[in-house]
């Protein structure tokens, strides 16, 4: 009851009802599709990745909402604050694929030991998900790690967003498109490349581009590796 008055008397009730509320409508929507067991791995393994975005913007001392969830859109937080520099925003951004991956990888562990398609399915769509979002432009995570190295980066994830939309055409990638625009031709007037925003010291840039590079290269094999699995 404490916890309950302290919650109203902070106004953070409403939040936390919006984003429970939200991740429910998300796991009976998708339930009615892919099964009870499966959303609920699902939304959990997108529960994790928004979380890490959260705790990293804590860390950061930025304010920062709770995850909200919208079905077949997926969840995002809420930065009510922006980062005061591209090194803050590539460590929020990074951190959610990271936990996100360690989730997928934990669930994989364990469909290992169970010998069980369902866990394979749902950590496959765990190491899916962040490795889609590490595609190298802004607004997805990928697109925010290597705004430390070079906002130039954004250029590769044109084709790569365009070559995935061949293959499976979603209008949810011609909504990342759209909202990549703007700072894509930020980028090729080098307004933003030139800002203090972006600026970097030469560690900075090795150091994210292993994270990064890494990150691609572990989800990559076991994405391969699980889809073998479930073909087999």
């Given at each position: 009851m404490k916890a309950l008055l302290l919650l109203l008397a902070t106004g953070k009730l409403g939040k936390v009802l919006l984003s429970g509320g939200s991740m429910i409508i998300s796991l009976i929507t998708y339930s009615f599709i892919y099964g009870w067991m499966y959303s609920l791995g699902f939304v959990g393994l997108l529960f994790i990745h928004e979380y890490g975005h959260y705790h990293a913007a804590k860390i950061r001392g930025l304010d920062v909402g709770l995850p909200t969830f919208i079905p077949f859109v997926g969840a995002?937080?809420?930065?009510?604050?922006?980062?005061?520099d591209a090194e803050t925003e590539a460590f929020i951004g990074i951190s959610g694929p990271m936990l996100g991956s360690l989730g997928a990888y934990i669930i994989y562990l364990i469909?290992?030991?169970?010998?069980?398609?369902?866990?394979?399915?749902?950590?496959?769509?765990?190491?899916?998900?962040?490795?889609?979002?590490?595609?190298?432009?802004?607004?997805?995570?990928?697109?925010?790690?290597?705004?430390?190295?070079?906002?130039?980066?954004?250029?590769?994830?044109?084709?790569?967003?365009?070559?995935?939309?061949?293959?499976?055409?979603?209008?949810m990638l011609l909504i990342i498109a759209i909202l990549a625009i703007p700072r894509i031709w930020e980028a090729f007037q080098n307004k933003s490349i030139e800002s203090d925003y972006f600026s970097s010291n030469q560690q900075l840039k090795i150091q994210y581009g292993f994270y990064y590079i890494s990150l691609i290269v572990f989800l990559s094999v076991l994405s391969y590796e699980t889809h073998s699995k479930l073909t087999t």
């Open positions: 995002w937080i809420q930065l009510k604050e922006q980062p005061i469909s290992y030991v169970e010998d069980s398609k369902l866990l394979f399915a749902i950590s496959y769509s765990g190491f899916i998900l962040n490795l889609f979002n590490l595609i190298p432009l802004s607004p997805l995570d990928g697109g925010r790690v290597v705004s430390v190295i070079s906002p130039k980066i954004w250029y590769l994830g044109i084709p790569i967003l365009l070559i995935i939309f061949y293959f499976n055409p979603s209008p």
